[in-house]
C-alpha cells in the first residue's frame, strides 16, 4: 500500500503558485520523498525528491516539514500545461522492493 | 540519451487471445518495471525484473508474465486476455548513477474487445 495521503484534486489559477500537500505520517529517518506527475495518457514523469532538506531544481521546490510527516511540491508559476496528475512517493534509496504509487492529486490549472 | 521506448503504442486484441508488449530501457538501466494504468484502480505495480531476473513482483494472476533480455530489454505477455485487461501498460527503468529514479516510457495502450 502506499504509505502517503494526497487530497484527490485542486484547483490553481494560472499564473500563480501551485502548493500540492503530501501527508507522510509513518515515514521512516531512511526514506525520501519523491514526487512524479502524469499528464494525461503520457507515463509519469520524475519531478523531484528530498530526504529532510528543502530542495528545488528546474521544474519545482519540495518542502518537507521539520517532522518530516508532511511536505508540498510548488510549482512556482503554474501554466496550462502543469494539468497533470501529481504523485507522492516515500521510499528508502538503495532499495530493492517494489515502488508503490497511489492515487495522487488531479491538478486543474485554470485560466 | 534517448529515453525509454515501448512498442506498440496502440494495441487492439479480442478475449482469449494473447498479447506481447516490449520495453527497451535506457541504456545502461538494468531494472525495468511495468505498470497497468487503469481509470479504476490507477498505477498498480505488475513486476520488476534486474538482471535477467525477477526481483519484484505484484499481485496479478499468472496470466500475466514477463522477462528480461541480457541486454535489459523486457517484454510483458498477458495469455487468455479479459475485458478487464483493456489499460495502458507502462514500463519503467532506472539504473546508472541515480538508483531510484524511475524514467517511464509512453505506454501501450491495449483494448480488449
Known amino acids: 500500500d502506499a504509505k502517503t495521503t494526497q487530497p484527490p484534486s485542486m484547483d490553481c489559477a494560472e499564473g500563480r503558485a501551485a502548493n500540492l500537500p503530501c501527508n507522510h505520517s509513518?515515514?521512516?529517518?531512511?526514506?525520501?520523498v519523491y514526487w512524479y506527475r502524469q499528464i494525461h495518457s503520457q507515463g509519469p514523469q520524475y519531478i523531484i525528491h528530498?530526504?529532510?532538506n528543502n530542495e528545488t531544481n528546474e521544474m519545482a521546490s519540495l518542502i518537507i516539514t521539520e517532522d518530516r510527516k508532511s511536505s508540498t511540491l510548488i510549482l512556482p508559476h503554474a501554466t496550462l500545461r502543469d494539468t497533470a496528475v501529481y504523485y507522492c512517493?516515500?521510499?528508502?534509496?538503495?532499495?530493492?522492493?517494489?515502488?508503490?504509487f497511489g492515487k495522487g492529486t488531479r491538478l486543474h490549472i485554470l485560466p | 540519451k534517448a529515453g525509454v521506448t515501448q512498442t506498440p503504442r496502440y494495441l487492439i486484441k479480442t478475449r482469449g487471445q494473447q498479447v506481447t508488449l516490449s520495453c527497451s530501457p535506457i541504456?545502461?538501466?538494468?531494472?525495468v518495471s511495468w505498470y497497468q494504468q487503469t481509470p479504476g484502480q490507477g498505477l498498480q505495480f505488475l513486476f520488476e525484473?534486474?538482471?535477467?531476473?525477477?526481483?519484484n513482483k505484484g499481485n496479478f494472476p499468472g496470466r500475466f508474465s514477463g522477462r528480461q533480455f541480457s541486454n535489459s530489454r523486457s517484454e510483458m505477455n498477458v495469455s487468455t486476455l479479459e475485458l478487464g485487461d483493456s489499460a495502458l501498460y507502462l514500463c519503467?527503468?532506472?539504473?546508472?548513477?541515480?538508483?531510484?529514479?524511475?524514467?517511464f516510457g509512453p505506454g501501450t495502450r491495449l483494448l480488449v474487445l
Open positions: 519503467a527503468s532506472r539504473g546508472g548513477e541515480d538508483q531510484e529514479t524511475q524514467y
Open positions: 541504456s545502461g538501466h538494468r531494472s
Open positions: 525484473y534486474f538482471s535477467e531476473t525477477q526481483r
Open positions: 512517493i516515500v521510499r528508502e534509496r538503495n532499495r530493492d522492493d517494489k515502488i508503490i
Open positions: 509513518t515515514i521512516s529517518g531512511n526514506e525520501y
Open positions: 528530498g530526504l529532510k
